[in-house]
């Protein structure tokens, strides 16, 4: 595999080595939710890292499914929703290859796609179109840290890696998806780099 792999995610999880964690949810989730833009459906969270989202969305109401492919990924994720006496379904499986038994009505994507080589891309998009009904939508938060090498030397360098917002309209390009107009919600974090949040419709 190309890039980092679930060997390397789980060493990162067991040695604490987790700068993206903010310690709660992202005040964007929680601004989506707030604001009506997310209401209660049936949503999936790819990646789903120690579980603040998955813990919060289900404490919201949604029908929650967590994908993750790293075993300490979905331990921090059941401890945290047994503490708060909280329900979801914990999917241990390769996001590339997993095909859930129903349609989402959304998903929410935030640190899957900027941990994975951009190599996997193109696989991921299908398989988000895959999981999303038609006019189903995509909450997704995609990390904007360009390095040094790429830009001097076109470098791939990551995690995580830098997901360049035209890069981000070829992916999820026009045949497929509905985009939003810019400007993007611009959402700080702690470790110096910046998310830029937006809704994608997947088409009919």
Request: some cysteine; overall charge neutral.
């Amino acid at each position: 595999m190309t890039g980092p792999d679930a060997p390397f995610w789980q060493a990162r999880f067991e040695n604490g080595d987790t700068p993206w964690d903010r310690g709660a949810p992202s005040g964007q989730l929680l601004a989506w939710i707030e604001s009506g833009v997310l209401r209660p459906c049936r949503i999936a969270v790819p990646g789903c890292g120690s579980g603040w989202e998955v813990a919060e969305l289900a404490r919201r109401g949604f029908e929650v499914v967590a994908v993750d492919y790293t075993q300490a990924a979905c331990e921090r994720t059941r401890s945290l929703l047994s503490a708060g006496g909280l329900r979801a379904e914990l999917v241990q499986a390769d996001v590339l290859d997993w095909r859930p038994d129903r349609s989402f009505d959304a998903v929410y994507e935030q640190t899957c796609l900027c941990a994975m080589h951009p190599t996997h891309w193109r696989r991921y998009e299908a398989s988000l179109a895959a999981w999303l009904r038609p006019a189903g939508r995509l909450h997704a938060l995609f990390v904007q840290r360009p390095r040094p090498g790429a830009v001097a030397e076109g470098l791939i360098e990551g995690p995580a890696y830098h997901c360049d917002i035209n890069a981000m309209r070829m992916l999820f390009d026009e045949a497929r998806w509905v985009w939003p107009a810019p400007p993007y919600a611009r959402v700080p974090h702690a470790s110096g780099f910046h998310e830029l949040g937006m809704v994608i419709e997947r088409r009919g």
